[in-house]
């Protein structure tokens, strides 16, 4: 087997391994949610129609950028939009794609600032989300999805699809899923929050932020 077929493998193992978790958790009901790692120009990601709780590392499918099927099973309906997110950030290596329960209802409000879904209530938000736009509502699978998902990948690497879930693309897949988790509990926290009156972080402490994230 070559270097790069271990690589593959491994990363494999890793995506059975967090799906498991991510399902466990309840973090993504039934068969929503799907997963990827890219590897130098090839992707793995997760197969349309299974639970990322029974993950089988040997029957994930492989993609290229262009989100053409390689080898493999049958991708995800969204592998396209994870191949464009992969071309928007080349540096990026993991994208989560999940459907928790509080970020769907978050992302089906009729009154949300399009270009920040949720407030900057924590600290943690802020360095692992940062500001959180919500891309307008089109089927999954829908090319037009992906190339509004392209778009915004260029200035953010985390948002809200609109009447659907989250996705976060990152340096690699466990940041990418801390953030999604991270979306969730704040999406929570707001909910929880929405009828009192809440204190944000303020501009200065989130400028704070930014440059020790910068540090
Ligand atoms: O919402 C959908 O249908 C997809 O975005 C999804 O979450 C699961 O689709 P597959 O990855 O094709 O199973
Ligand atoms: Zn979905």
Partial sequence: ?????????????????????????????????????RIEDEIVVTPTGVSLGSLDPCRLAIIDLAGRPVRGGKPSKEAVMHAALYRARPAARGVVHLHSTHAVAVSCLADIDGRSALPPLTAYFVMRVGRLPLVPYFAPGDPALSVAVEETAREHHAMLLANH???????????????????????????????????????AQLTALAERRQA
């Fill in 1 to 37: 087997m070559s270097a790069h077929e271990d690589t593959i493998r491994a990363a494999s193992e890793v995506i059975a391994e967090l799906g498991a978790s991510i399902f466990a958790r309840g973090l993504t009901p039934g068969r929503t949610g799907n997963l990827s790692c």
């Fill in 165 to 203: 879930g989250s996705i976060v693309v990152a340096e690699d897949l466990l940041s990418a899923a801390d953030a999604a988790e991270e979306i969730e509990e704040t999406a929570r926290l707001w909910l929880l929050l929405r009828e009192q009156r809440t204190r944000p972080l303020a501009d």
